[in-house]
């Protein structure tokens, strides 16, 4: 179980930040992050009430508290990383942040087994090539790296939080409920001062981007509870490898709607995390 809820962490991540990354285009990274975490927050909290979650309030939500604080600032450094690019090079560095996880897992006692550990580096290695790799080219600007790497550990960061928020499903629901609502209000706070200085133009969302923007924040939802849940099924470090994938799956769907071809480095790189998967699986 602990393979199946994390790869389905995998693909929800993935198809979220494609989502994500389309909007992107369209309107401020700032303006999609609030708006897809308010739709995914009224959700949960009707969830929340008809499962009578209130319930499990207790200390641990504060865990949940750190995930929704550590969430929009590693969203939007990703975001402003990207931005200066290149991409090439602040993709995979993105993917750094499975050392979190990892490194939680390992303090708490982990070990993973010989064929484990191997299917860790495989899988590892693979989602560093998926994202393309840049080896040449125009240096890169160091505030780019910086960011990517706060992003990454920020990423890594909010899958060690929420995996210690909650031990039921009801209270997994309002952990994840308390997380979205921090992420609104400290994105909205952080919108609201962006719109106040005029360096990002007051949101404006149109009824036809609704229906993606409630995906991409309900995807990002469904992904934190299937890791969750994958983390508490199982080892840590594996469930973390795992739900790593996501830059394999936002590849494909890049290739598959939008058509862009795979370079062979990305080819190989989800060769590779695909081998991973199956030595994890089966270790």
């Given at each position: ?37 308010s739709i995914a927050t009224v959700v949960l909290g009707a969830i929340v009430v008809v499962t009578g979650a209130w319930s499990e309030m207790g200390p641990q939500l504060w865990f949940a ?120 209000v400290a994105g909205g706070t952080a919108l609201y001062a962006a719109v106040r200085r005029g360096t990002v133009a007051p949101p404006k969302v149109s009824p036809a981007a609704l229906p ?72």
């Open positions: 179980m602990t393979a199946l809820f994390a790869l389905a962490t995998s693909l929800l991540w993935g198809l979220a930040d494609f989502g994500g990354g389309l909007l992107t285009r369209r309107m401020p990274a700032l303006t999609v992050v609030v708006v897809s975490q508290v750190a995930a929704g604080l550590v969430g929009p600032v590693a969203m939007l450094a990703f975001y402003k990383a990207l931005a200066l690019g290149p991409m090439g090079v602040v993709s995979p560095l993105g993917s750094l942040g499975v050392a979190v996880p990892v490194g939680v897992g390992l303090v708490l006692g982990e070990r993973p087994g010989l064929l484990q550990f191997a299917g860790i580096v495989v899988a590892v290695v693979g989602v560093v090539l998926a994202g393309g790799p840049q080896f040449k080219g125009a240096p890169v600007q160091r505030q780019a790296v910086l960011l990517t790497l706060l992003a990454a550990f920020g990423f890594g960061g909010v899958m060690a939080l929420i995996a210690e928020a909650s031990t039921t499903l009801t209270g997994l629901f309002l952990a994840l409920f308390v997380q979205r609502v921090t992420n609104v993606a923007l409630a995906f991409v924040g309900l995807a990002d939802v469904a992904a934190n509870g299937t890791y969750s849940l994958a983390a508490q099924s199982g080892p840590v470090t594996v469930a973390a490898v795992l739900a790593s994938l996501y830059p394999v799956v936002t590849a494909l769907a890049a290739r598959g709607i939008l058509s862009e071809r795979l370079r062979g480095v990305q080819a190989a790189g989800a060769g590779l995390a695909l081998v991973g998967t199956v030595l994890l699986a089966t270790g």
